[in-house]
């Protein structure tokens, strides 16, 4: 089993910046990437970043120049830059990690932009 529990969410002024984490724990060995989503009210679902466990980065072209995805592989964690949010960045941010059998969502962290 895997566990991830993201932190960070809060509400911010439109321009200003957060750093969401993810925590994951359980049998990690053969993950092959993790990443975030969002959803907003009344939005589907829609990815935001990859880290593959190779290095490579995907970005969704709305966050591009703005997000960066990271991790830091000794404590288990993912992390979201956000900076220069819009209003339109309210949403829940969902982390993922995707293995070749099976995909962990955790339960998702609130982002509230202000205009």
């Known amino acids: 089993q895997v566990q991830l529990v993201e932190s960070g969410g809060g509400l911010v002024q439109a321009g200003g910046s957060l750093r969401l984490s993810c925590a994951a724990s359980?049998?990690?060995?053969?993950?092959?990437?993790m990443g975030w989503y969002r959803q907003a009210p009344g939005k589907q679902r829609e990815l935001v970043a990859v880290?593959?466990?190779?290095?490579?980065?995907n970005y969704a072209d709305f966050v591009k120049g703005r997000f960066t995805i990271s991790r830091d592989n000794a404590k288990s964690t993912q992390y979201l830059q956000m900076n220069s949010l819009e209003p339109e960045d309210t949403a829940v941010y969902y982390c993922?990690?995707?293995?070749?059998?099976?995909?962990?969502w955790g339960k998702g962290t609130l982002v509230t932009v202000s205009s």
């Open positions: 359980g049998f990690l060995s053969r993950l092959l990437d």
């Open positions: 993922t990690a995707r293995f070749p059998d099976m995909n962990y």
């Open positions: 880290l593959t466990t190779g290095g490579s980065t």
